[in-house]
């Protein structure tokens, strides 16, 4: 982990807020790969989509540096190294290399339904739930 990046805050939020950002990203996630699925060279603005709900796709190498100065002031890079993508908040550039790079693209999926999963059994049982299945995040997948 980068320690700019100050992941230990991350997890020291409200577990419903948790779900929603986690919810959050793996929609970010299932959404770029969707958009980006044969298009080289390009990237989504993560700023866009999470604060407009707009997909927008620019050049990875000077369309979305523009963009994000002209339309977001600039933002925080990410410090991954061959990474482009900006984000609004130096919390969101955590919960970025947090989500899309530490947990990897598929884990986005996973975490997705995972999330939506968990969520389901605590509405069906009116919040009483606790968790004894023995799935794994691979078995909601199948």
């Not at 230990?8 to 793996?26: C, I, N």
């Not at 299932?30 to 707009?54: M, N, P, T, Y």
């Not at 994000?68 to 984000?87: E, F």
């Not at 290399?97 to 509405?123: S, T």
Request: net charge neutral.
């Amino acid at each position: 982990c980068d320690p700019a990046y100050g992941l230990a805050e991350l997890f020291r939020e409200r577990q419903d807020y948790d779900d929603d950002v986690a919810l959050s990203y793996a929609k970010l996630c299932q959404s770029r790969a969707e958009e980006l699925l044969g298009k080289k060279d390009k990237e989504i603005c993560e700023i866009c989509f999470l604060h407009r709900g707009l997909v927008r796709c620019f050049d990875r190498e000077t369309g979305l540096e523009d963009h994000c100065k002209k339309k977001h002031q600039g933002g925080y890079l990410c410090k991954r190294k061959g990474c482009v993508v900006r984000s609004k908040t130096l919390r969101e550039a955590g919960l970025h290399f947090l989500y899309l790079h530490e947990q990897g693209d598929r884990d986005c999926l996973v975490g997705f339904l995972m999330v939506l999963y968990v969520r389901l059994a605590f509405l069906q049982t009116g919040g009483a739930c606790s968790w004894t299945s023995t799935a794994t995040p691979d078995d909601l997948i199948r």
